[in-house]
């Protein structure tokens, strides 16, 4: 998988979190284009002196730095253009997602983004899924086994908790890469205590950062704040 713009991207994207990193280094090497973020989901990410929430630094950082278009697709507002511009007027979601393969098929450079991945595509052990959920989930496994798509210079990810509650073909595809966010380690967890405590620096921060473990970094802001 060829993306001129991805490999110029190595360099300035050490400051990423080793996840991010993988999400990259899998889809340069080709092993894939379908990606299932899990876990820790719901926490922000420290980019450049900021504070973006996940969904947002995967679709302006990860992908949006070197994709031309950004779909994003969730059960309250369907699919949507996010950059670029893209009319995607169909009765439901299904239509929609045809609509959104039609560019992933006649175009390079689109990345797909889906937040609350399990609330289109739920887990069929849960004997609740409707036959518009599993439909939307067989096209998302359709497009992770399709070769054609493989060859494109276009990216999917999904954001889901519990990859337990997501359809079970999609996370057992041999083409879809889940990658688990882990909660913030020491070091993220001191960088936090630093930026939202300024006051608290070196060997001070380090010992706040050791109690805090187990703790995201929007509870870190949020105690730091208060």
């Known amino acids: 998988m060829s993306n001129e713009k991805w490999v110029e991207q190595v360099g300035r994207s050490t400051g990423w979190p080793a996840w991010a990193q ?5 889809y340069l090497a080709g ?20 504070l973006l929430d996940l969904r947002s ?11 031309t278009m950004i779909v994003e697709v969730t059960a309250e507002h369907g699919a949507r253009a996010i950059k670029s511009q893209l009319e995607l007027q169909a009765s439901d979601l299904v239509g929609q997602l045809h609509l959104v ?10 990345g797909v983004i889906i937040p609350y991945a399990d609330l289109l595509a739920p887990s069929e052990d849960q ?18 086994l399709d070769r054609e ?7 999917v990810v999904m954001l889901v908790e519990s990859l337990a509650s997501l359809n079970s073909a999609l996370v ?12 913030p380690d020491h070091a993220t967890r001191q960088a936090a205590v630093e930026m939202f405590a300024p006051r608290f620096a070196g060997t001070r921060a380090a010992k ?15 105690l730091m704040k208060g």
């Open 22 to 26: 993988s999400i990259r280094e899998q």
């Open 31 to 50: 092993e894939a284009s379908t990606f299932i973020l899990h876990g820790n989901v719901f926490d922000v990410v420290m980019h450049e002196g900021k």
């Open 57 to 67: 630094f995967v679709a302006d950082v990860v992908v949006g730095g070197t994709k």
């Open 101 to 110: 393969e039609e560019q992933l098929r006649t175009r390079q450079g689109v």
């Open 127 to 144: 004997g609740s899924a409707s036959a518009r959920e599993k439909l939307v989930g067989a096209v998302l496994h359709r497009w992770s």
């Open 149 to 155: 798509l493989q060859a494109a210079d276009n990216i």
């Open 172 to 183: 057992s595809s041999p083409k879809v890469a889940a990658i688990r966010v882990p909660m």
């Open 208 to 222: 706040y950062a050791k109690r805090l473990g187990g703790l995201r970094v929007v509870q870190i802001e949020g």
